[in-house]
């Protein structure tokens, strides 16, 4: 497989390499085959899930005292470029899924870490996360849905939107109101996927990622006791941050995938196009665009492995995580378009897989906070926060 002089050059561990090569290795002979029909299907490949938990993926954060791998955050990131090589579906599953994970290990009581985590990280549950409602997203703090105090726990209620994984789901970590408005009213839950009031309204059909599963949670007089409470009550919204910063990382590494497959499929096809009596590579107008997306990929990947890396050194890595998934974003949609472009009418159709990046490669600049927002929490940190 291609490997390009920033992989080479970072300073990876035989770990953190044996475990890119074993995601690499699963993507390739458990989805490959079956992605073009899954895609259209638009399925959700439950067997498949079975498999990378078998293999260790899913548990990839979880410390081995609570069933995990114990692996570190460079190698989450290898792994879900190498998943994103082959299907940026399944690397948003296990992202999210990595993220609840991650948002329990630095959250949870011991006793939620050992309730949860053997589950998540080897024991074949999914995990999905619920901030975003119907009318509001950016502005998570203007979230509605409500637990009420009631007897010794709380009674949810409200409908969540677009939940990544919901309907699959062991355990949701769901943002809710206690308290008065904005931010500080918020705190963040551990719903068990069956728990009665808790149902799938509707699942959301897309523009890509069809392997990923989005849906809208609706919570009806959901009873949840006081240990369901991830962190303080009034600390939810803070909570849901901890957890997004973990998830950019998984969703910069999931462009940075997407901006692989990118590049080999462009190398190949202008190798092997010919027009004019040349492959079309010959031609500056195409060699300049492989250029260009070659560069980003390796500055995507430095930004990625550096977060990555700050996290696991535990430093602050919010600003770079953000950094990172703006980059490698808007990176994944540009050359996406650029990659389709250079297989002309090829491109343009269900032949070549190209078209599938194409339409993966938007939502990376939309979820777990848009690029407007990452530029906002960028600027923020250089400027303050300007009134
Ligand atoms: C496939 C998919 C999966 C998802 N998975 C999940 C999930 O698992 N869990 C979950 O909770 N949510 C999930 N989401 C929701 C996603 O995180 C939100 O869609 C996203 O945060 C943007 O919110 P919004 O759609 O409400 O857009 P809005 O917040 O309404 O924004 C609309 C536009 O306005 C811009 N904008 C808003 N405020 C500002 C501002 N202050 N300055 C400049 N521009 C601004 C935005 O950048 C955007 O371009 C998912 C969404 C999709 C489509």
């Keep these: 497989m291609h490997d390009t002089q920033a992989r080479a050059q970072f300073d990876l561990s035989d770990e953190q390499r044996q475990i890119a090569a074993l995601a690499a290795e699963i993507a390739q002979r458990e989805i490959a085959p079956h992605i073009a029909q899954w895609d259209r299907d638009h399925a959700f490949p439950r067997d498949l899930y079975a498999k990378l938990n078998d293999a260790g993926i899913m548990g990839i954060i979880v410390p081995e005292s609570y069933g995990g791998v114990g692996a570190d955050y460079v190698s989450y990131a290898l792994a879900i470029e190498e998943l994103a090589r082959v299907d ?25 870490k050992r309730r949860w985590l053997p589950k ?18 950016s502005d998570a703090a203007a979230l509605r849905a409500t637990a009420k105090k009631h007897g010794d726990g709380y009674l949810l209620n409200g ?16 943002m809710f109101r206690t308290g008065g408005g904005g931010a500080r009213g918020v705190s963040a839950f551990l719903i068990p996927g069956d728990a009665p009031g808790v149902s799938v309204e509707k699942i959301t059909e897309k ?11 609706a919570f009806d007089d959901v009873g949840v006791g006081t240990d369901a409470l991830l962190g303080k009550e009034g600390d939810g919204f803070g909570s849901a941050m901890t957890a997004l910063a973990s998830g950019r ?4 590494a999931q462009a940075t995938g997407i901006l692989a497959a990118c590049l080999e499929q462009s ?20 060699s300049f665009k492989i250029a260009q997306m070659a560069t980003d990929l390796d500055a995507a990947r430095m930004l990625v492995y550096r977060a990555a890396a700050l996290a696991d050194a535990g430093r602050p890595f919010v600003i770079e995580a953000s950094k990172a998934k703006f980059f490698a974003s808007t990176a ?12 002309g009418g090829y491109g343009y159709t269900t032949e070549f897989a190209i078209e599938r990046f194409y339409r993966d490669a938007k939502i990376t600049e939309i979820y777990e906070g848009t690029s407007e927002i990452q530029q906002i929490i960028i600027a923020r940190s250089l400027l303050g926060k300007l009134d």
């Excluded at 690397?91 to 006793?111: D, F, K, N, P, Q």
């Excluded at 677009?162 to 769901?174: E, F, I, K």
């Excluded at 190398?267 to 195409?286: L, N, S, T």
């Design 332 to 343: 994944a949609r540009r050359h996406a378009s650029e990659a389709l472009q250079i297989h």
């Design 159 to 174: 409908r969540k939107q677009w939940c990544t994984n919901g309907t699959y789901a062991g355990v949701t970590m769901g």
């Design 88 to 112: 940026p579906g399944t690397a948003v599953t296990v992202s999210v899924h990595s993220m609840i994970c991650s948002a329990i290990l630095r959250l949870g009581t011991e006793e939620q």
């Design 249 to 252: 990382i998984g969703i910069a």
């Design 267 to 286: 190398i190949a096809f202008a190798k092997d196009r010919v027009a004019f009596g040349r492959a079309i590579g010959a031609y500056e107008g195409v």
């Design 120 to 137: 998540l990280g080897g024991g074949n549950q999914i995990g999905a996360f619920a901030l975003t409602e119907p009318d509001c997203g």
């Design 207 to 217: 523009l890509g990622i069809h392997t990923s599963n989005t849906c809208d949670l």
